[in-house]
């Protein structure tokens, strides 16, 4: 089994626990590597390094362009990489080779579009009101930024992080998911390649417990990024209020896609499908709440059990593989476990329902595509993240029932409306409560474009120009250029 260390100030280095735990080929369900467990002091150290690397030495010296260009090249190396680390991805995760393959060879552009951007971080000169000062502003790094990612998309969700992060002047310590570390060590390898100093990224994996708390608590580490559990960024948030760190949650989501009788039904029926069943609804994005108008709804239901029961399963690294298996093993048993409580919730089972059996799935964990339909938006089908291929189709017969539906969940991350009516789509895309709303498409993405939730999907926004704020902190810098000293008792 392959081995890997943790990187702490441009070194590979072995825990301080001497201890190492494995990371399961959720294909095979067998152990492929051991990965640091890392803990408190590991985290103590990388943190230190991080901080040390801000403070001094080459990377604050360096010229907000010369940290672009260094942006710039890792996307180059990452470019030239993206085989190898979306087949390290693939068997840590088990998504498609082929959805894994896109990811790395579109991340390059979180760099280079980020690395364009560190040098065009710029304050204003305020028009003050006050004659006789000079009032201008500063976009300064935050310092030491702790970056908390999930296992579903493991090197693209940290780009939407550490790329904006690099192009701000902060330095990072990354604590991946201990289901999925091994890309994120193979990728930092590549910085030191292409010059950026030692500490200025450092990876500490482990458990939550022992690593992403004390790391979240170091009083060194000044804002805290998450994607990942509604549960666990909700102790983030709280822990990280103490402190008053600044804070960016990407949590879940329970995503509507409302689909009208007046839709290209058959392109609708595609986009539930990808909305559900790509990368076996393992995104934060998946469509798990199909709405669809009554008129319809029949016809959307029988397209829609045709096209999933015809998707093959099996080796996620086979080209023709269209649905992988579940990246863990505890998510396998919660997406099991959801089809039991829509049962006995009353939804009706439609297609699917069970851990997948078919030979081409081995010993893997893999759970067959799944529908629901006369599901009300009350269930816990409806309400509750799976993170799994289920997917729960309700009924609605007008656009203000759509809505209310839509709405009526407390998380807020995306949702798709497919109609032909344009007046309709603008409507829909006021009123629906979500940070990303798609048109006649579902689950596209760029890093040109801000992406985050509203409500209970979490704070803050990555990608886009939004995201690099998220970064800096603005400093007001007053100089006197002749205003008289006046009374010292009355604020000037
Ligand atoms: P999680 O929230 O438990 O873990 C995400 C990351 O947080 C991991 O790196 C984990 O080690 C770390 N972590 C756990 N406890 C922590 C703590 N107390 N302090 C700091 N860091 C901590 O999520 P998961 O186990 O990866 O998945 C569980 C559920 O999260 C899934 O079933 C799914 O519903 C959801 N999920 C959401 C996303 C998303 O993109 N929004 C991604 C993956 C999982």
């Known amino acids: 089994m392959e081995r890997y260390n943790l990187f702490i100030d441009g070194r590979q280095t072995p825990p301080n626990s001497d201890r190492w735990f494995d990371s399961d080929n959720p294909f095979t369900a067998e152990p492929w590597a051991e990965i640091a467990r890392g803990d408190a002091v ?16 080459a990377w604050p010296a360096m010229s907000a362009s010369q940290r672009g260009l260094l942006l710039h090249r890792l996307g180059d190396r990452i470019a030239a990489e993206a085989a190898r680390l979306a087949a390290i991805e693939v068997r840590d995760n088990g998504k498609l080779y082929s959805e894994m393959h896109a990811q790395l060879q579109y991340l390059p552009q979180w760099y280079y579009y980020y690395g364009g951007l560190a040098d065009k971080l710029q304050g204003s000169v305020i028009p003050l009101d006050k004659k006789g000062y000079f009032n201008y502003t500063r976009q300064e790094p935050l310092g030491v930024v702790a970056i908390i990612t999930p296992w579903n998309s493991p090197l693209m969700l940290l780009a939407w992080k550490l790329a904006p992060a690099l192009a701000a002047g902060c330095t990072v310590v990354i604590k991946p998911s201990e289901f999925t570390s091994a ?30 708390s004390p790391l979240v608590e170091h009083p060194l580490v000044r804002k805290i990024t998450f994607t990942g559990s509604d549960t666990t960024g909700r102790h983030i948030n709280v822990q990280a209020a103490r402190e008053f760190k600044h804070v ?29 069943f790509a990368a076996s609804g393992q995104t934060c994005i998946a ?52 089809i039991d409580i829509a049962l006995a919730d009353g939804a009706r089972l439609v297609l699917g329902g069970a851990a997948a059996t078919r030979p081409a799935c081995g010993k893997g964990w893999f759970v067959e595509p ?25 009924r609605f017969k007008d656009e203000e029932e759509a809505i209310a539906i839509a709405n009526d969940v407390r998380f807020g991350l995306g949702a798709g409306v497919w109609t032909s009516d344009i007046g309709r789509a603008f409507r829909m895309s006021e009123r629906i409560q979500s940070g990303t709303v798609w048109v006649n498409t579902y689950r596209a993405v760029s890093y040109m474009s801000p992406f985050g939730g509203y409500k209970d999907s979490g704070i803050g926004r990555e990608n886009g120009l939004d995201a690099v704020n998220e970064y800096v902190q603005t400093k007001s810098v007053w100089i006197n250029t002749g205003a008289a000293s006046g009374n010292p008792f009355v604020i000037r």
């Open 183 to 212: 890309s994120t060590l193979a990728f930092v390898e590549l910085l030191g390649d292409v010059g950026f100093p030692p500490g200025v990224v450092n990876v500490v994996t482990g458990f939550g417990a022992e690593v992403g």
């Open 248 to 276: 960016s949650l990407e949590l879940g989501g329970k995503s509507p896609n409302i689909i009208f009788e007046d839709a290209d039904i058959a392109s609708a029926v595609n986009g539930a499908v990808s909305g559900i």
């Open 370 to 394: 799944t529908v629901f339909t006369d599901v009300h938006n009350s269930m816990r089908i409806a309400q509750e993240e799976v993170f799994g291929p289920v997917l729960s189709v309700i």
């Open 287 to 338: 469509g798990s709440r199909l709405l669809v108008q009554d008129s319809v709804h029949d016809a959307v239901v029988e397209k829609l059990l045709a096209l999933a029961r015809s998707a093959t399963m099996g080796d996620p690294m086979e080209a023709g593989t269209q649905v992988g298996p579940i990246t863990t093993r505890p998510q396998y048993e919660k997406v099991l476990s959801y």
């Open 42 to 57: 590991d985290v103590d150290r990388a943190v230190r390094a991080a901080h040390q690397a801000f403070i001094q030495g």
